[in-house]
C-alpha cells in the first residue's frame, strides 16, 4: 500500500502581484482537512482558485501567506531542494489534456519510466514493477503501445499511470475527463477510484462535471477564493472561515441579492435567517 498523505491548510492566502501594481487574491483564508486515504471532488466556478490551490498542493506554488502541510510536508518552510524531491517522489499530478502529460513517441511502459526518473535512486528500487502501474489503471494491454497511436481514453489511462510511476501519497487530476465520450469518462472514473481503494493514495479531482464528483463521493467547493461548502455522504456543509464568515448556498445567493438585511436568530438547536421586513 502507498503510505498516504493528509492534506491540512490554515488560513491559506495567495496572492499574485500584477505588472499594474494591484495584486490578485487567488485564495483568502482557506482551512482544509483531508484524511489520509481519502478521496475528493473540488468543484468551483472558472477563476474560483481551483487551480492555484492544485499547485499550491503539487509544490509548484508557495504560499503568500498561511500553512500547508501534506503529509509530513510543510510546504510554505521547504528549501528549493526539497520541494523538488516531494514533487518527484511525493505527489501525482495529472494535468488537463492526456496529451500534455505524455511523450508521444515513447510507449506506455517507457512513459511510465521516464516518469520515474526524478525519484531517488535507492527508492526506486522499491517501487512497483511498470506492468503493474499500468495493470492497476486498466492499461496493461497498452504497455509496448507507443502513446501516439492510442485512442483519447487509452492515452488518459497512460496518463494516470504516468501520475502514479511514483507511488505518490497524494494523487492530484486537473479535470481528468473533460475531452472524453461518456464511456471514456467513466473508465477514467473507474481508474481513479480503484487507486484510491487499492493503493490507498489521497485523492483531490478538480471536475465541472456533476457525474464526476457524485463518483467521487465528498466535494469541496471553492468560491471567490475560499472554501464555501464540504459535501459528504449525509449532505453539504456551508463552512465557517477562520473570521467567522461563511459562503451561503447558491440557492440563497439567488434568493437574497448583496445588501440584504438579514437577522440570524440562534434557539440553541440551529440558526434561522429571516430577511428584515421592510
Given at each position: 500500500m502507498t503510505t498516504a498523505f493528509g492534506v491540512r491548510s490554515e488560513g491559506l492566502v495567495q496572492i499574485y502581484p500584477t505588472d499594474e501594481g494591484e495584486d490578485v487574491v487567488a485564495l483568502r483564508s482557506v482551512d482544509l482537512d483531508l484524511a489520509p486515504g481519502s478521496r475528493f471532488s473540488l468543484l468551483g466556478p472558472s477563476g474560483s482558485g481551483k487551480s492555484t490551490l492544485i499547485n499550491l498542493?503539487?509544490?509548484?506554488?508557495?504560499?503568500?501567506?498561511?500553512?500547508?502541510?501534506?503529509?509530513?510536508?510543510?510546504?510554505?518552510?521547504?528549501?528549493?531542494?526539497?520541494?523538488?524531491?516531494?514533487?518527484?517522489?511525493?505527489?501525482?499530478?495529472?494535468v488537463q489534456g492526456a496529451a500534455r502529460n505524455l511523450l508521444p513517441y515513447l510507449t506506455a511502459?517507457?512513459?511510465?519510466?521516464?516518469?520515474?526518473?526524478?525519484?531517488?535512486?535507492?527508492?526506486?528500487?522499491?517501487?512497483?514493477?511498470?506492468?503493474?502501474?499500468?495493470?492497476?489503471?486498466?492499461?496493461?494491454?497498452?504497455?509496448?503501445?507507443?502513446?501516439?497511436?492510442?485512442?483519447?481514453?487509452?492515452?488518459?489511462?497512460?496518463?494516470?499511470?504516468?501520475?502514479?510511476?511514483?507511488?505518490?501519497?497524494?494523487l492530484l487530476a486537473d479535470e481528468p475527463t473533460s475531452q472524453l465520450g461518456v464511456d471514456n469518462r467513466d473508465d477514467v472514473v473507474e481508474g481513479l477510484c480503484r487507486v484510491n481503494e487499492d493503493l490507498g493514495t489521497t485523492l483531490v479531482v478538480v471536475t465541472h462535471d456533476a457525474a464526476v464528483a457524485a463518483r467521487i463521493g465528498s466535494t469541496v467547493t471553492i468560491r471567490d477564493g475560499r472554501v464555501g461548502a464540504v459535501g459528504h455522504d449525509d449532505g453539504d456543509f456551508v463552512v465557517i472561515a477562520g473570521d467567522g464568515s461563511v459562503q451561503l448556498p447558491l440557492s440563497a445567493r439567488r434568493r437574497w441579492p448583496p445588501g440584504t438585511l438579514l437577522r440570524a436568530d440562534d434557539d440553541g438547536t440551529g440558526v434561522r435567517l429571516t430577511e428584515r421586513e421592510t
Open positions: 498542493l503539487a509544490g509548484l506554488l508557495r504560499p503568500t501567506a498561511g500553512r500547508l502541510r501534506v503529509g509530513g510536508h510543510d510546504l510554505a518552510q521547504l528549501s528549493e531542494t526539497d520541494l523538488v524531491a516531494y514533487r518527484a517522489g511525493g505527489v501525482g499530478t495529472l511502459e517507457e512513459n511510465v519510466r521516464f516518469g520515474r526518473l526524478g525519484v531517488p535512486r535507492r527508492r526506486r528500487r522499491g517501487l512497483r514493477p511498470v506492468g503493474e502501474v499500468l495493470d492497476a489503471v486498466g492499461a496493461g494491454a497498452l504497455a509496448r503501445r507507443r502513446v501516439a497511436v492510442l485512442s483519447g481514453g487509452e492515452q488518459q489511462r497512460v496518463a494516470l499511470a504516468v501520475a502514479l510511476a511514483n507511488e505518490p501519497g497524494l
